[in-house]
DNA sequence: GGACTTAGTAAACTACGTAGCAATATCTAG
DNA sequence: CTAGATATTGCTACGTAGTTTACTAAGTCC
């Protein structure tokens, strides 16, 4: 609560920082309906967007036929092209690599298989090659990408670094940011998978109404995510939401009883093998719904710990497995009620697999707000270092 | 991070309030000290200060004999008695108000038993009770308090009953809020304890230095408190922190270890019964070190859920099990460290029993805060409603 | 008495708000 | 079909508020 004094040239510096809120995510804009959601007078408003004009910030756009009476008013938008970010999912099968303009416009993506036993150099490479292709494809530079997030599985620390455990194998060795710091001078950040899935829920998909989140990644393997106050949280050391590492919840078996399930095709993947249980269960097969009720109330315990601890507005079970979404949440919501004081809304995933490259982007987007447009109004160009 | 625009009289309004903030909780100071911290001119914060005098927000120090050489400096300091606000701690067995200035200076606090059966009616006369002993002998009236918080064991919802359950005979019918309300214009607020003593440690206890902290009320109930990012968390509905209703959670059953221990005098109640035990493990009876292991094992899971999912940088452990805390310590931490990715700092609370109620004066002077010194300078004056 | 610090005041600068006027378009009446 | 009324934008001038800078006066210690 430290606040500091303010000057003039301060107060023009924030109200520019308000006009230029004022623009983003609405239509082409007029002075005047500037000037109302600023709260600023019209004079004001109209030399401080046209400062932005010049600045680099914003656009004009000359005005045409006009639908209404009165004179036709010049409009202006947000430049959203001055900029970009990067969005990179490091996936055991994929790797995934997004690239926005500065409103989040997808401008181009581009995903590449990759192989599961493949070592951290290997992956990497993999990654720098779509990287290129992405950026060639959009016809930039490295030097035009102002923020680049990464997401991959299992726990990481302040620096990136994989802590614990990851089933991409070797990645512990790996240092992504000291990778790609060279290629890139702008700010460089990994995060966990299922945080950023939870951040894409809450930016993108069904989430976005709610400050308090638990975010739940199915698949063959579970995490959860965090995101209280509207903030994702990491916790003091970036391991916040892994409570599948407590014994007393079995999310590492939970798994296990669809793949253990009677009848599955033999030689099928564990990822085949989920989907037949979850077929052969909505087709009424006793087997498979056993597994599938089995599979669910060991999930449910850990669901239980995180909503009692957090007492979030919802749940959202994303993930591989949250195609199945319909066979789980009704008996999800029962086990629930089982265990919890307050029982949250729980909701389906409606975000495909690319909801980690897209958390990413959302993650790359925040970091360029905070740096560039927080509380000092930077020129536009990328910020340097991280 | 939605901005709005600023005109010269908000500007002087922020600075106000920056003057202001730059006086509370410092020695009376210098212009050019204010000016100094606020980053103003001495001019400026000469007019503001004075300004803030004349408002009643300030006082003015004549200099005296100056201890340092050139003329000696008029100081100016924040007149932390234009308001008070009181913190009332609704306990089984005590009704504990105290009563503090702006700045946080106890001036006042009594402590009445409370019959362990009373029902609410009962134990809301004798609240009313205390807190008019307190008033009148701290030569006030309700109308010179500006906020009032109450901490009851049990959830409690946001218009201050309690929801699910609570050692409180009857408490579920009471309306704490609507019962003061005819006496205090100024804002009430009803929390859980666990909630507050979780403040109270981070406000004077053992917990000043970090943003997130865990913070473990045991005693023959155990309950939790989680400050997030430097805020307390109450959850959605109210209920954050409660994973002592997970079954896989013993901690219903866990004091219980301490009074089922063999060699506990008969008749005893069960907090005296507890401290039996503990004094005799730690002269060596082995029957007690069992019974303080078994319950340390139990209690350690929870902890365990809360810190897997929150990653906080420190668990405070409090309440009235923290008198043996030298028994607990060490064994919590080497469960922790069974169960946990990361052991977070595990450290004792040193705040006796009056935790609650500082809590709850914290919470208090929060509330005045973002209401009279948040973004409007209001006067100084009991603020309204709740 | 000199050095140092604070207190108080006047002038200059900056930024916003209001008022007013010209420009540009649509609508309506004859 | 044309001309006036109406409405809205674009732009400039002026007034107000607040801060900074600069300067003078005042008080204490060495």
Known sequence: MAMSGTDPSRMREMNQLSVLWALRGTPPSTVTELSGRTGLSRPAADVLVQQLVTDGWAEVEEPGASSTVGRPARRYRFRATAGHVLGIDIGVHKIL?????????????????????AGPDARLASVDQTIDDVLHKAGMAPADIWAVTIGVTGPVDENGR?????????????????????????????????????VAERWKGVAQDADDIVYLLAGLRTGAGLIIDGTLRRGHGGVAGEIGALKAVRWLNAPAHLSACPGVPSGAK????????????????????????????????????LVLTLDPQIVVYGGGFSRSA??????????????????PELRASTLSDESVALGALRLALDQVDTTLLGSRLAAPTAPQFS
């Open 162 to 198: 994989t802590i614990v455990s990851t089933p991409l194998p070797g990645w512990r060795e790996a240092d992504p940011i000291a990778h790609l710091r060279p290629r890139f001078t702008c700010p460089i950040r990994v995060e966990n998978d299922c945080k950023l899935a939870a």
């Open 326 to 343: 319909d066979l789980v949440l009704d008996p999800l919501r029962r086990e629930l009620a089982k265990h919890c004081l307050r029982v």
């Open 270 to 305: 564990p990822g085949d093998a989920a989907a037949w249980v979850f077929q052969a269960a909505r087709e009424g097969d006793s087997a498979a719904k056993t597994a599938v009720q089995r599979y669910i109330r060991d999930l449910a315990v850990g669901v239980a710990a």
């Open 97 to 117: 690599v997004m690239l926005c303009d500065l409103e989040g416009n997808l401008v181009q993506s581009l995903r590449r298989p990759a192989d599961p036993q």
